[in-house]
C-alpha cells in the first residue's frame, strides 16, 4: 500500500491535475428542528425529541423554522454569497429507513443562496456553487456495529428535521491541503457567526469530496467520483489523495473512471465502491406543496447582515495591524472566536497587545495542557484575571518565574492574581534596602567572581546575580539587583 | 333525527339533552348499520361521556360552543387521538394517533359529540366508497347502489339521519358527490380556509375538509366552527372566518348565477340529469337570479390534469407508508426494502397501487416536465377560466354529478370511475369554494345541484344555496329504505 | 388508444411496492384510456404560462424557534410493529 507522498506522485508523474469539489453539511444550531418545535439536542435518549412531525406521522405538515432561514442568510452573508428573491422547498423521494417520510423536505432549484466564496491563507479564492437549507435524517444503527452482516438495524429519529445547511463549492480545489484549508477557514467562519458548533466528530459538520482528475491544463472535467464517511479535516486530506491516486493510476492504465460514490475506509486507507447493484437514485423533485415560497424582505435582510460580527479573516487583519502582531501570531489568536475575544480583553486589560499574545500563546497553553484542558473556554480564568497578572510581572511586582506559577493557578481555578501572590507569597521582593542587604551578602561570599568580573569577565556579573535571585528564592527584582550590583562593582 | 341546530336549539332550551341525543344517535346507527357500514370504527363510550359532560357544563350555565351536544361523524382520515384511524386502509389498520387533527379538536371545542369514524375510499382515491380496504358502504336511498365517495360513509350515514352532521374531505370531488348521491349538503370550502394538519394527506395541493351536512344553515355552522388559520399548517390562509350564518338567504334578488356552456353540453346527453338541472336552473330564477352564460374552456382538460397532479402528489405522501414505524408490516426474508415491498403490496388496495404507479411515473426524471409541470400550467389555465368567469357572475350553478347512485360494481372500470368526477375537478384545480345541495330525483335516486364561488366566498355561496333550499326542499326528504325519524 | 408510456415494473420498484406481473398487465389496460385524455394535453400551447407552485398567493409561512412538547418515547414507538428497547427496529440494510 502506497503512502500519501507517493500517491500524490502518482497524478503528478501521469501529469494529471486534480480537481476537487466539497459538499459540506453543516447542522444549524437552532433551539428547535427545521420543521418542528422538538428539541435539536446532541447526544440525547434516543426517540426522546421526536414528534408527529419529524417522525413522518400520518397527517403531519411542517412549517419553516424561521431562524434557521436566518442563520443560513447570514452564512451567506459572511460567505460572500447572494440571497435569492426567490426561494423555494422541494422533495427528495426515495426510501431509506432513517428518513421517515420517505422524502426529505431539500431545496432543488431556487436554493436560499447562490455565489460567494471563500479565500484560503495562500491568497487563493474557491467559489460557493450554493446554499441550500433541508433536513437532517435520523441515525440507523446496526447490530454489532457494522452495516454488513447484521440482521436488523434500529433507528433513533432524534436527529431527524434537524436543520441542516448544505454548502457546495465549485470545482476549483487542486489539491489536498487546499481542501483541508477550505475546511478549516469555513468551520472557522461559520463557528465565528455562531450558527453551528461545526463539530466533524458531533456530526454537526460533514464533508463529502467530488474528485476527479485531468490532464495538466486542460479545462474539461473528468468524470467525478463523490467519497463520502470522512470524520475529520485530515481523513478528506487523504481520502482525496488516495482518489486521486487511484483515479491517476486507472486512467494511466487506460480504463475509464466510473461515475459512482465511494466510501473511505479509514483503517484500510482505500475507498471502496458503495454502489448498488440497483440503478441510481431518480429523486423525482417536486415543489413541496406543504409549504409556500420565500421572498424575504430587504429590511430582514439587511438587519441580519448587520448583525455579523468581525469575520476571522477581517479580525486576523486588524490583530497584524492595530497590535502588530505578526501573521502566524494573528492566525492562532483568531482560529476560535472566543479566543480571540479573550484575547482582545486581555490586551485591553494589561495596555499591552504584544505581552498579551506571548502569555496566550505560551504560558497560558502550557497551563491548559497541564490542567488536561484543551480550550481556553474550558478555564475559569478571565480576560480581566490574566490582564491583571500581567500587570503583576510587567510592574515587577512579581517576577517572571512567580508569573508562570499563578498563571497554572489561574487557569487552573481561576482567582485574583493579587489574592493568590498574597496567599502564597509570591510577591517579588522590591525593597531596595531589603535586596542591598542580599547583594552585600552574595559580593561577600563570592569575593572569586567579583575579582573575575572586575578583571573583565562579564558572566561573572550574572553569576553573582543569580546568586542574589538564589538567596532571595527568586523573588528579588532582578533590575534592581543589577543595579545594586553594578553601583557596587562599577 | 332533525337537523344539527334544531338539535342544538333543543338542548339549549332544555327540552332535550346531550346524553338523550347521543344515545338516540347511537341507537339510529346501531339499527342502520348491518345494513349500510357507514363506519369503520363506532365510539359509543366515548360519546356518552362526552355528551354527559356537555349536559353538566351547561347545567352550570356555561357556553359550550355552537355545536354543542350535535353528534357529529368524522371521516377516518383525521386523525383522532387515542381512536384508531386508517384512512379506509388495511396499511394503517393497527393505527392510533398520539394526537387530534386540528378539525377534531375544533369540533369538540365547538362541543360536537363524536359517534364514530367513517368508512371511505382508501387514501380517499375513488368515488364510491368501493375502493375501502375494508368493505363497502351502501346507500341509504337505495342499499344496492354506492353511496358516492371517497367520504360515502360520512355521506351515507347523515343520509339516513343516524347522525345529522359529518365532516368529509374533497380533493377532486370526494364530498361534493356523495352529498349530490345521499341528498345531503356538502361543501368543498377554498383551499386553505380550513386547516390540513392531522388529515391523511392524499393530494397535499388539493385536500380540503368540509362538512356534511342536513341543510345548508347545518353546512354554514360547522364551517364556522372548522374553519380558520392553523400554525400547524403552512398552507392554511390567515383570513378572517365570517359568521357564515348571516349569509344564508331567502331570495336571489340580483344575483348573478353563471351557468357553464361545456358543462350543460355535457349533462345534455343525459334527458333526465338535464331536465333535472333545468328545472334547478328555473327555480334560481324563480328567486329572483339572473342567469348568465360562462365558459370553462378549459374544463375538459380537468380528468386529465387531476389524474397527473394528485397521484404525484399521492405517491410522495404515501412513501411514508412502509411497516417501519407505525401500521401493518409484513415480516418474511430479506432486507428492509423487501419489507417495505411486500408491505406496501399487501397493505394497498389496487386504486391506491394505480395512482402511485401513475404519480411516481409522472414525476420520473425525463416525464417531470411533459406530465406533472405541463399538468400544473393546464390548471393555471383552468384557473384563470374561473377568474374570467367570475368576472360575469356572482356564483356558478351547474351539475355536481353526471348521474344518480349506481350500483355496487356498476363501474369496475377505472376510468369511468374517474370520469364521475368530471364536474367537480375544475373547482378543486382552482382551488375555489364549491358545495353540493340537493335538487331532486331521478328514477327515485337523489341528485345534487353543485354551487361554486370564487376564493373565500363561502358565504356568498352558502348564501345562494340557503335559498334554493328553502325554495325546493329537496333536504327536508327522508331516505325511505334506512333510517331513523 | 394511445400507448401507455410507463415501464410499469421499474416504476414500481422506485415506489417500494411488489406488484405482480398480472396486477403490472392488468394496469397497463386500465391506464390506456387515461392516457387517450393526457395525450391530449400535449396539444395545448403553455409556452406563455407558469406552473401553479400554489393555488393559494401566499408567501413567507415560518414559525419562531420555540421548543413544543415532544411526544414521550413511549407514545412515539406505540404504533411501531418491532422496537428494540428505545430504538426502533426494522430488517437490515444491505448496500
Given amino acids: 500500500m502506497k503512502n500519501s507522498s507517493t500517491t500524490v506522485t502518482e497524478a503528478e508523474a501521469h501529469d494529471f491535475e486534480p480537481v476537487i469539489g466539497l459538499e459540506v453539511h453543516v447542522e444549524l444550531k437552532t433551539k428547535s428542528k427545521m420543521f418542528c418545535g422538538c428539541r435539536n439536542e446532541f447526544g440525547a435518549e434516543p426517540n426522546t425529541w421526536v414528534c408527529p412531525v419529524c417522525l413522518g406521522m400520518p397527517g403531519s405538515l411542517p412549517v419553516i423554522n424561521r431562524v434557521a432561514v436566518e442563520y443560513l442568510c447570514k452564512a451567506g452573508f459572511a460567505l460572500g454569497c447572494d440571497v435569492a428573491p426567490f426561494s423555494k422547498f422541494d422533495r427528495k423521494n426515495y426510501f431509506y429507513p432513517d428518513m421517515p417520510k420517505n422524502y426529505q423536505i431539500s431545496q432543488y432549484d431556487m436554493p436560499l443562496t447562490t455565489g460567494g466564496g471563500i479565500t484560503l491563507p495562500s491568497g487563493k479564492r474557491i467559489r460557493l456553487n450554493r446554499i441550500h437549507l433541508e433536513e437532517d435524517t435520523g441515525k440507523n444503527l446496526h447490530a454489532g456495529g457494522a452495516m454488513s452482516g447484521s440482521d436488523y438495524t434500529l433507528i433513533d429519529y432524534n436527529r431527524a428535521g434537524v436543520p441542516l445547511m448544505e454548502i457546495v463549492s465549485e470545482p476549483d480545489i487542486s489539491s489536498s491541503d487546499e481542501a483541508e484549508a477550505y475546511l478549516a477557514e469555513l468551520k472557522a467562519i461559520l463557528s465565528y457567526i455562531g450558527v453551528s458548533d461545526v463539530k466533524m466528530h458531533e456530526g454537526s459538520l460533514r464533508c463529502d469530496a467530488n474528485v476527479s482528475v485531468r490532464p495538466r491544463g486542460t479545462t474539461a472535467l473528468g468524470t467525478k467520483t463523490e467519497v463520502k464517511n470522512m470524520n475529520s479535516f485530515r481523513s478528506v486530506g487523504r481520502a482525496i489523495n488516495r482518489e486521486i491516486a487511484r483515479q491517476s493510476e486507472r486512467l494511466a492504465a487506460g480504463e475509464r473512471i466510473v461515475q459512482e460514490t465511494r466510501g473511505w475506509d479509514e483503517g484500510k486507507g482505500a475507498t471502496y465502491s458503495m454502489r448498488s447493484k440497483e440503478e441510481a437514485h431518480d429523486y423525482r423533485y417536486f415543489p413541496e406543496p406543504d409549504l409556500v415560497p420565500l421572498a424575504l424582505e430587504a429590511d430582514m435582510l439587511a438587519r441580519w447582515r448587520a448583525e455579523l460580527p468581525e469575520l476571522p479573516d477581517a479580525r486576523r487583519k486588524r490583530f497584524a495591524q492595530q497590535f502588530g502582531l505578526s501573521e502566524y501570531d494573528a492566525q492562532v489568536l483568531t482560529a476560535e472566536r472566543s479566543d480571540a475575544d479573550f484575547y482582545e480583553a486581555t490586551a485591553a486589560a494589561c495596555d499591552d497587545p504584544k505581552q498579551a499574545a506571548n502569555w496566550l500563546m505560551g504560558d497560558v497553553r502550557r497551563a491548559l495542557q497541564s490542567a488536561g484542558l484543551t480550550t481556553l473556554a474550558q478555564s475559569p480564568m478571565t480576560a480581566a484575571q490574566l490582564g491583571e497578572l500581567i500587570r503583576l510581572v510587567k510592574t515587577g511586582a512579581i517576577t517572571g518565574k512567580a508569573g508562570k506559577e499563578v498563571c497554572d493557578l489561574l487557569v487552573a481555578q481561576g482567582g485574583d492574581p493579587k489574592v493568590i501572590v498574597a496567599e502564597r507569597g509570591l510577591g517579588a521582593v522590591t525593597d531596595t534596602a531589603e535586596i542591598a542587604t542580599m547583594v552585600d551578602q552574595a559580593i561577600a561570599a563570592n569575593q572569586k567572581s567579583v575579582d573575575a568580573y572586575k578583571s573583565g569577565k562579564a558572566n561573572a556579573f550574572d553569576f553573582i546575580v543569580g546568586q542574589v535571585m538564589k538567596v532571595s528564592r527568586g523573588k528579588a527584582n532582578v533590575e534592581i539587583v543589577r543595579a545594586l550590583i553594578k553601583e557596587r562593582l562599577g | ?485 | ?95
Avoid at chain 2, 348499520?33 to 355528551?51: G, M, N, Q, S, V
Avoid at chain 2, 379506509?88 to 365547538?110: D, H, Q, R
Avoid at chain 2, 374531505?169 to 341528498?183: K, V, Y
Avoid at chain 2, 338535464?274 to 374552456?297: D, F, I, M, N, T
Fill in chain 3, 1 to 95: 388508444m394511445t400507448d401507455v408510456p410507463i415501464d410499469i415494473a421499474h416504476v414500481a420498484k422506485l415506489a417500494r411496492i411488489a406488484l405482480t406481473d398480472d396486477e403490472s398487465a392488468a394496469f397497463t389496460a386500465q391506464f390506456a384510456k387515461l392516457f387517450d385524455y393526457i395525450e391530449e394535453l400535449q396539444a395545448l400551447d403553455v409556452t406563455h404560462v407558469s406552473a401553479t407552485a400554489q393555488v393559494i398567493p401566499i408567501m413567507n409561512v415560518m414559525r419562531d424557534d420555540m421548543i413544543r412538547d415532544c411526544l414521550d418515547r413511549a407514545a412515539a414507538l406505540a404504533n411501531a410493529p418491532e422496537t428494540s428497547g428505545p430504538y426502533f427496529k426494522v430488517p437490515r440494510i444491505l448496500e
Fill in chain 2, 1 to 485: 333525527m332533525l337537523t344539527g341546530h334544531e338539535i342544538r336549539d333543543r338542548i339549549a332550551r332544555r327540552e332535550t339533552s346531550a346524553l338523550e341525543v347521543a344515545k338516540r344517535s347511537i341507537d339510529a346507527v346501531a339499527a342502520s348499520e348491518p345494513e349500510l357500514r357507514a363506519y369503520l370504527t363506532l365510539t359509543p363510550e366515548y360519546a356518552l361521556a362526552r355528551a354527559a359532560e356537555i349536559d353538566a357544563r351547561i347545567a352550570r350555565g356555561e357556553d359550550c360552543g355552537t355545536l354543542a351536544g350535535v353528534p357529529v361523524a368524522i371521516k377516518d382520515l383525521f386523525c383522532t387521538q387515542g381512536v384508531r384511524t386508517t384512512s379506509g386502509s388495511k396499511i394503517l389498520a393497527n393505527f392510533v394517533p398520539p394526537y387530534s387533527a386540528t378539525v377534531v379538536a375544533k369540533l369538540e371545542a365547538a362541543g360536537a359529540v363524536m359517534i364514530g369514524k367513517t368508512n371511505m375510499d382508501e387514501f380517499a382515491m375513488g368515488s364510491s366508497c368501493e375502493n375501502s380496504g375494508f368493505h363497502p358502504t351502501r346507500n341509504p336511498w337505495d342499499p344496492s347502489r354506492v353511496p358516492g365517495g371517497s367520504s360515502g360513509g360520512s355521506a351515507s350515514t347523515v343520509g339516513a339521519r343516524g347522525v345529522p352532521i359529518a365532516v368529509g374531505t374533497d380533493t377532486g370531488g370526494s364530498i361534493r358527490e356523495p352529498a349530490s348521491f345521499c341528498n345531503i349538503v356538502g361543501v368543498k370550502p377554498t383551499y386553505g380556509r380550513v386547516s390540513r394538519y392531522g388529515m391523511i394527506a392524499f393530494a397535499s395541493s388539493l385536500d380540503q375538509a368540509g362538512p356534511m351536512t342536513a341543510d345548508v344553515r347545518d353546512a354554514a355552522i360547522v364551517l364556522e366552527a372548522i374553519a380558520g388559520h392553523d400554525p400547524m399548517d403552512s398552507t392554511s390562509v390567515d383570513v378572517p372566518v365570517p359568521h357564515y350564518a348571516d349569509a344564508l338567504r331567502e331570495d336571489l334578488k340580483g344575483v348573478k348565477i353563471g351557468i357553464v356552456r361545456e358543462f350543460e353540453s355535457s349533462i345534455g346527453g343525459d334527458a333526465a340529469m338535464s331536465a333535472l338541472y333545468k328545472e334547478a336552473y328555473a327555480s334560481l330564477v324563480r328567486l329572483g337570479a339572473e342567469l348568465v352564460e360562462v365558459s370553462l374552456p378549459h374544463a375538459k382538460y380537468g380528468l386529465a390534469t387531476y389524474y397527473l397532479i394528485a397521484p404525484a402528489e399521492c405517491s410522495s405522501n404515501l412513501a411514508r407508508y412502509d411497516g417501519a414505524r407505525y401500521g401493518v408490516r409484513v415480516d418474511g426474508d430479506g432486507d428492509v426494502y423487501q419489507m417495505f415491498e411486500r408491505t406496501r403490496a399487501a397493505g394497498f388496495g389496487p386504486e391506491v397501487k394505480r395512482r402511485i404507479v401513475l404519480g411516481t411515473y409522472a414525476l420520473c426524471s425525463g416525464y417531470y416536465d411533459a406530465y406533472y409541470v405541463r399538468a400544473q400550467k393546464v390548471r393555471t389555465l383552468m384557473k384563470q377560466d374561473f377568474d374570467t368567469a367570475f368576472a360575469a357572475c356572482d356564483v356558478i350553478a351547474c351539475p355536481a354529478v353526471s348521474c344518480p347512485p349506481f350500483a355496487l360494481g356498476a363501474k369496475s372500470d377505472p376510468v369511468a370511475m374517474y370520469l364521475m368526477d368530471y364536474f367537480t375537478i375544475p373547482m378543486s384545480l382552482a382551488g375555489i369554494a364549491a358545495m353540493s345541495v340537493p335538487a331532486g330525483y331521478v328514477d327515485g335516486l337523489p341528485v345534487g345541484l353543485q354551487i361554486a364561488a370564487p376564493a373565500f366566498e363561502e358565504g356568498r355561496m352558502l348564501g345562494v344555496a340557503h335559498a334554493y333550499e328553502q325554495s325546493t326542499r329537496f333536504a327536508w326528504a327522508r331516505a325511505p329504505k334506512v333510517g331513523a325519524a
